[in-house]
């Protein structure tokens, strides 16, 4: 890994130190130097991120880091451009004309900036589930295949068994393995969010990107997908978005406050909830603001 | 009657709601009644001549029936209402008119959806806006002159190819009414594919899918039944067309699926009697309102089936 990614990580360490040590799970790298405090990998960085919709200029000179295999939650309010960074991972603004970036956001290990990746290339690597469940009008197990069947994957019997790993994955196997050809819109809407959190995990994306996957569902199939993020945690590394302020404090590792296109806060969800740096991070978490 | 606060009583003593006169109001009520009426007049004059059109048919046909069996009607492959020895066996009009169709679906499907998928998927707002009045163009040409193309253009073209086709044939109308359909079948099908929401697309370029793999296998899924319904419908207008038939295909009433011989539509079987000179009251006569019920019920359940598709796809999201 390369040093400065290595000093950036340090001092992000240095600042959780109060709190119990959140890596014991971190992978340890061969060529790692021993470090008095293990230092996580990071998956991905973002270093001085701009964003422009046309002439609006809705990402300002962000910069955060996502550290392998951890869940990093990005809060703040309606309009702050949390989603907008989000999709900026997996490239989604391409889609559409008009949208710019500037800065970088590098991968890792083989630092590089996905800014300048082809898109098609970067979400090969890189899956999403949105706000609104969005299974394709197939079977449950053809969505779940979907991801695997753009890759190459072909075979039969391993088909299979992806998809089966990823629905267990997403803790739907038991009520999907009765009728996995049947349609995906006969699932509820719980349902069928966890089908697309399986249909990301089934090509075992390098980071998941989830853009508020709960606002759109009950209560209890929101603390169904949240049981299943505490579950994934350690073994994947996830990216969230959420309005729901209760929830990142819940499954995240690290936590990212963003404030009018700027990133005003990052770092342990801990110490972010309960010694905010800025007052902004301070206002909005006590519910003063947003 | 209730007191009305002073405020809104205005000088006259005239009574004001909201700042309207009651005379205002009461000529308002009026004139939103004769709209009402105006209105529902048109909306049931179509239905009357819809019904009207409907009892004819089926008045003049009962005659007709009482004389030809309907056995013999659905079974017989020989049509020969003139000839002395008079044969109805309606199924000669109906295989021509089928071919024909379905050599126009073979035309539109594949051009159809293709166009459908560029306009819908590939094609900015700007070339989509320049395409689509060209596409109302070839809907705006009258049907006698994709007649006469068929006919005077490309028969003789496709005669230097296929040596064995028939100057009256079915194969040039249907290829002809497969182009004059498919501005039709293209838009409907394009308008199904655009409805299809935009998350679910981004379902597909998030897995890492490509411009195409997008259109075949998420949008085309999604808008499948707004598609089927729109070649339906296409169908149905074949079915019922009858200028480039009557034109192109010839008049001679031929049991047989064979594209490259000439046969009657049922269309151009009615243009061809009506243009005669028949006795009132004649079963040739009769037969034409035997024949018209028959096209008339096809292109009905076509356009059930194409509306019920319809119907459903808007539904699946």
């Not at chain 1, 990614?5 to 799970?25: C, D, Y």
């Not at chain 1, 098609?120 to 299974?135: A, E, S, Y």
């Not at chain 2, 009905?300 to 999201?317: A, M, S, T």
Request: include cysteine.
């Amino acid at each position: 890994m390369r040093n400065s990614t290595k000093t950036r990580v340090k001092l992000l360490m240095n600042e959780m130190t109060s709190s119990p040590h959140p890596f014991g799970a971190t992978r340890q790298r061969q060529d790692a130097q021993p470090e008095p405090v293990s230092a996580p990998a990071l998956r991905a960085e973002v270093r001085n991120l701009d964003f422009w919709y046309g002439a609006t200029h809705t990402l300002k000179s962000v910069s955060m880091a996502v550290v392998d295999c951890k869940v990093t939650a990005v809060i703040g309010a309606s309009g702050c451009g949390k989603s907008t960074l989000l999709r900026c991972f997996n490239r989604m603004h391409d889609l559409y004309p008009g949208n710019r970036y500037a800065g970088e956001i590098q991968l890792y290990p083989e630092d590089r900036n996905l800014i300048e990746m082809d898109p098609g290339m970067v979400r090969l690597r890189i899956g999403m589930v949105f706000q609104k469940p969005n299974p394709f009008p197939k079977s449950i197990f053809e969505n779940v295949a979907a991801g695997l069947r753009v890759r190459g994957v072909n075979g039969k019997s391993l088909l299979y068994e992806r998809v089966e790993q990823a629905l267990r994955g997403a803790a739907l196997w038991d009520e999907a393995k009765d009728r996995l050809h049947d349609s995906a819109y006969g699932l509820s809407g719980g349902q069928q969010q966890r089908l697309c959190i399986a249909r990301a995990l089934a090509p075992q994306p390098d980071i998941l990107l989830l853009d508020e996957p709960t606002s759109a569902l009950d209560p209890i199939a929101t603390a169904k997908i949240e049981d299943l993020l505490t579950v994934l945690r350690n073994t994947v590394t996830v990216v969230i978005v959420t309005h729901n302020m209760q929830q990142a404090a819940r499954i995240s590792d690290f936590t990212a406050y963003m404030h009018l296109g700027k990133l005003v806060e990052y770092g342990v969800t801990e110490k972010v909830f309960t010694t905010p740096q800025s007052p902004l991070t301070n206002d909005y978490i006590t519910g003063r603001f947003g | 009657m209730p007191s009305i606060p002073s405020s809104v009583v205005d000088a006259d003593n005239e009574c004001l709601i909201g700042g309207a006169s009651e005379a205002f109001l009461c000529r308002r009520a009026f004139w939103n009644r004769v709209a009402a009426w105006l209105l529902f007049t048109a909306a049931a004059a179509s239905v009357l001549v819809t019904l009207g059109i409907v009892y004819v048919l089926i008045r003049d046909s009962i005659p007709f029936f009482e004389q030809v069996p309907l056995s013999e009607f659905l079974t017989d492959t020989q049509w020969t209402p003139v000839f002395k020895n008079a044969r109805f066996g309606v199924m000669t009009l109906v295989s021509a008119t089928l071919t024909v169709a379905a050599i126009a679906l073979v035309v539109a499907i594949p051009a159809g959806l293709g166009l459908a998928i560029f306009l819908s998927e590939y094609a900015n707002p700007k070339l989509r806006e320049a395409v689509k009045p060209f596409l109302e163009l070839l809907e705006g040409v009258p049907t006698v002159v994709y007649g006469f193309f068929a006919l005077l253009f490309l028969t003789p073209m496709l005669q230097t190819v296929i040596p064995g086709l028939s100057g009256f044939n079915l194969l040039a109308p249907g290829l002809v009414m497969g182009i004059m359909i498919l501005p039709y079948t293209a838009s409907v099908s394009e308008d199904a594919m655009r409805s299809v929401p935009m998350g679910l697309r981004e379902a597909g370029y998030a897995l890492g899918f490509s411009r195409f793999r997008v259109a075949a296998q998420v949008v085309i899924p999604a808008a499948l039944s707004g598609i089927t319904a729109a070649f339906i419908l296409g169908m149905s207008r074949a079915v019922g067309e009858t200028m480039v038939v009557a034109i192109a295909a010839g008049q001679n009433p031929n049991f047989g699926f064979d594209p490259l011989e000439g046969a009657a539509t049922i269309t151009a079987y009615i243009v061809q009697m009506a243009m005669g000179d028949l006795p009132h009251g004649s079963i040739a006569y009769q037969s034409v309102f035997a024949a018209g019920l028959v096209l008339f019920l096809i292109t009905l359940l076509f356009n059930l089936i194409g509306f019920y598709l319809r119907r459903r796809f808007r539904e699946v999201y």
